[in-house]
């Protein structure tokens, strides 16, 4: 086994380690090993977090953008010089292939850079006044205290793209990682000692009591802001819970993502798209594709294609050359999506690759194509989670666009067509946050990643990100002549 770097066990308040007084164990999904044990936190230090992130703020706040644009810059900078140490961590306790972590690394960073820069850019307005004596003006300011409660599929980016706005916009965090991957969160909170952040700014609670923690974060009247990437049931309950102290929310909620192929798409860059889009991270993106809907004139083409393609994904532990699906994260995940492919077989879908847990046993799950899927099918409605790509074949668009919007989800969205007219179409009518027309991949720091619907409230990155992270204060100076 290679030596894992940065590893932190203790949770990380107000600049410094805290052990608590239980533990829980980090596994290896590829294996089940224990990778380290770490600090199991509850309610009252979780409160300690709050107090500390809440003495920060003032004097954070008080910092030029450029100041905290310094810091934040050089934290991306370490994170970098660290992507491979950071990489095999992730892969060790979140199980995606090694380069697709450090590719998580960098996309990682990227918030933080462009954060970094972005802050000097939150800019007020002056109103022209439509009352003589009287002056008008807008001004930016920091929310305050801000609680992120990050998944586990991204244990770095999904903390950057919500802790890069805040420090930026000069709020103080704190941050819940999900217990399945502290380790990221804790190496990040190293890292950004030596970047400079300063004690009580970024705040690591560890913990397997989330439901407990969360109430806290939520109840607390001096944490302003929420931010949280999960389920859409959890999401609904921390909505609730933050009615009673009217905090601002960002919700990054469960997707159910369309991948529409036209006849007239051009079939190798819609099988390329659909492999990026549905494999990526094993199949453990709130944005990848759940349902393909392909035209019934590239149809048989099309599956061809992909189930040949697919049948040739390597599996295995992320750490292994070549290897591009790991092993999904744990055995829930395992049982769902070994629920959901079953119940498609039964109910008349048919396996053209896949279909049944890999022969390499554990947490790992044969990278699937599903064809003759209905839209009544468990699969075709909930978020499969899982490298498993099922497929119902369609005849015009607006039977695709009806389709892809039956839903109560609109996270993201493909499809694939060559002709501009129906892309236009397309991109306007499709019920969802973000649309990917003939790419498969489309997240990025610059862009505002988000949901309508039962997808959640907010978007992260791009200026939208910050503005999360800012309240719009309004000036009204009179006697002015
Ligand atoms: C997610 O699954 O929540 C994030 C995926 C991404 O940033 O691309």
Known sequence: MTTLNLVETEAFIDGLWVQGDKTFDVLNPADGTVIAKVADLGEAETTLAIDAAHRAFPAWAARTAKE???????????????ADDLARLMTAEQGKPLAEAKGEVVYGAAFIDWFAEEAKRAYGHTIPTPMPGKRLASIKQPIGVCAAIAPWNFPIAMITRKVGPALA??????????AETPLCAL???????????PSGVLNVVTTTNSSAVGKVLCDDGRVRKLSFTGSTPIGKVLYEQCAGTMKKLSLELGGNAPFIVFDD????????GAIASKYRNTGQTCVCANRLLVQSGIHDAFVARLAEKVAALRVGPGTEQGVQIGPLINDKALCKVDRLVTDAIRDGAKVLTGGDAHGLGGLFYQPTVLVDARPDMALFQEEIFGPVAPIVKFETEAEAIELANATPFGLAAYFYSRDVGRCWRLAEKIEAGMVGINEG???TEVAPFGGVKESGLGREGASEGL???LETKYLCFGGVG
């Open 441 to 443: 991949l489309i997240s």
């Open 169 to 178: 916009a000069g709020c103080t965090v704190v941050v819940k990682p999900a």
């Open 68 to 82: 905290r644009g310094a810091i934040l810059r050089k934290w991306s900078d370490l994170m970098l010089a660290h």
């Open 265 to 272: 798409a051009d079939l190798e860059a819609a099988v390329d």
């Open 467 to 469: 503005e999360e992270y």
């Open 187 to 197: 190496a990040m909170a190293r890292l950004a000692i030596e970047a400079g952040v």
